[in-house]
C-alpha cells in the first residue's frame, strides 16, 4: 500500500500502473465509510497475491488530486476508488460497497495468476529473441499461451516464430483458434488477419513455386497479375518482406482493384508483420482533467518509428492517391 501525494503521483500512480493495475482508495480521517473499506481493501490486496497494488489519497491532504478526480468521473462523496490501468483511470466505484462487488470490480481489471504466468513467459520469450535464442523464445511462447490462450501478443509472437522457423502446420494450428478474429468483416483484428496472409504464402510456396518461371511470365507480360502476385507470395513465405511488397506494389500501381484489392491488402499485412507492437511513449503529453494543471493519465501509446516501414508506407500512399 502506498500514500499518494502531488509529488508521487506521477511515479507511484501513474507510472506504476503501466506496470500492474493500481487502485487508488480516495478516502478522509472523519469519513466513517473509509474507515470500513479501507481496511477490507487492504486485505483484499493481500488475498490477490500481487495482481493489483493499493494505493490511497488523503482528500484532507491532497485536495487538489482527490478534486479532479472527482471531476473527471462526477463524484462527490467519498470513499471513492479508482482503478488505473496502463497509465490511465478507467474504472471507479463509490461509498463502501460489499466485499463482493469489490471483487467483482477487481476481476474485471485484474489479470488472472494464468494471465501473470503468460506475461512472465512472454517476456521471457522476448529477452531470448534479443539473445538470439530462437528455441528457447519458442518454448517460452508456447508456454505462454498454453497457460493464457487468450494473450493474443503471445499467440502473436508464437505464430510469428512458427511461420520463421518454417512449421507451417504448427503454426496453422496455433492460428486456428483466432482464425475467426482475422476473418471477422465489421471489426477484423489486424495483426492477425496479417498472419493470416503470410499463412496463406506459406501454403501456396509449400505447394511449389519456381520463381525464374514466374519471373519470365512477368518480363513477357508485366500485368500479368497471377505471376507476379505469385511470386510476391513466394518472397513473402521466405520472409523477404521487402521484395514482396516492391512485387505487388507493381500491381497496385498497374490495377488497384485487382482480385478484390487483393494485392493492397497483402501489402498491407506484410507492413503490420513489420510493425513493432506500441510502447508507453515516456514524456508524452496526455489529456488532463479538470484545472490547475493536474495530469490524470499516463504517457500516451505510440507505435516505435522505423524508417523502412514508413518508407513502404509512403509508397502505398502515392500508388493509390
Not at 511515479?11 to 478516502?27: E, G, R, T, Y
Request: proline share 6%; glycine share 6%; charged share 20%.
Amino acid at each position: 500500500m502506498t500514500d499518494i501525494t502531488l509529488q508521487n503521483f506521477e511515479a507511484d500512480l501513474l507510472q506504476a500502473s503501466m506496470q500492474q493495475p493500481v487502485l487508488l482508495d480516495i478516502w478522509a480521517p472523519w469519513c466513517g465509510p473509509c474507515r470500513t473499506l479501507g481496511p477490507m481493501l487492504e486485505k483484499l490486496e493481500v488475498a490477490y497475491a500481487g495482481r493489483w497494488k493499493l494505493a490511497k489519497l488523503n482528500s484532507d491532504d491532497q485536495p487538489e488530486i482527490a478534486t479532479q478526480l472527482s471531476q473527471a468521473f462526477g463524484v462527490r462523496s467519498i470513499p471513492f476508488c479508482v482503478m488505473f490501468v496502463g497509465g490511465q483511470p478507467v474504472d471507479g466505484f463509490v461509498g463502501a460497497i460489499p466485499e463482493a462487488q469489490i471483487r467483482e470490480f477487481l476481476d474485471r481489471h485484474v489479470p488472472t495468476g494464468e494471465a501473470l504466468e503468460a506475461e512472465e513467459d512472454l517476456a521471457e520469450a522476448q529477452a531470448l529473441l534479443e539473445e538470439g535464442d530462437a528455441d528457447g523464445a519458442l518454448q517460452k511462447l508456447q508456454a505462454a499461451v498454453q497457460a493464457d490462450p487468450s494473450n493474443e501478443v503471445a499467440r502473436f509472437d508464437l505464430i510469428r516464430a512458427l511461420l520463421e522457423d518454417d512449421q507451417l502446420e504448427h503454426a496453422k494450428a496455433a492460428f486456428a483458434p483466432v482464425a475467426h478474429l482475422a476473418a471477422d468483416t465489421i471489426t477484423p483484428h489486424a495483426r492477425f488477419q496479417a498472419l493470416a496472409a503470410w499463412i496463406a504464402a506459406a501454403e501456396r510456396a509449400e505447394q511449389g513455386l519456381d520463381p525464374a518461371a514466374l519471373q519470365s511470365a512477368i518480363a513477357a507480360n508485366k500485368r500479368d497479375f497471377e505471376a507476379r502476385f505469385a511470386l510476391a507470395q513466394g518472397l513473402f513465405a521466405g520472409r523477404d518482406f521487402t521484395g514482396a511488397m516492391d512485387e505487388l506494389l507493381e500491381i497496385i500501381m498497374r490495377d488497384k482493384t485487382w482480385n478484390e484489392q487483393l494485392a493492397r491488402k497483402t501489402y498491407v499485412a506484410i507492413l503490420e508483420i513489420m510493425t513493432k507492437p506500441a510502447q508507453p511513449a515516456h514524456g508524452a503529453t496526455a489529456p488532463q482533467a479538470g484545472a490547475g494543471g493536474l495530469q490524470l493519465s499516463g504517457p500516451s501509446v505510440v507505435a516505435p518509428a522505423d524508417p523502412l516501414v514508413d518508407q513502404y508506407r509512403r509508397k502505398l500512399s502515392m500508388a493509390l492517391f
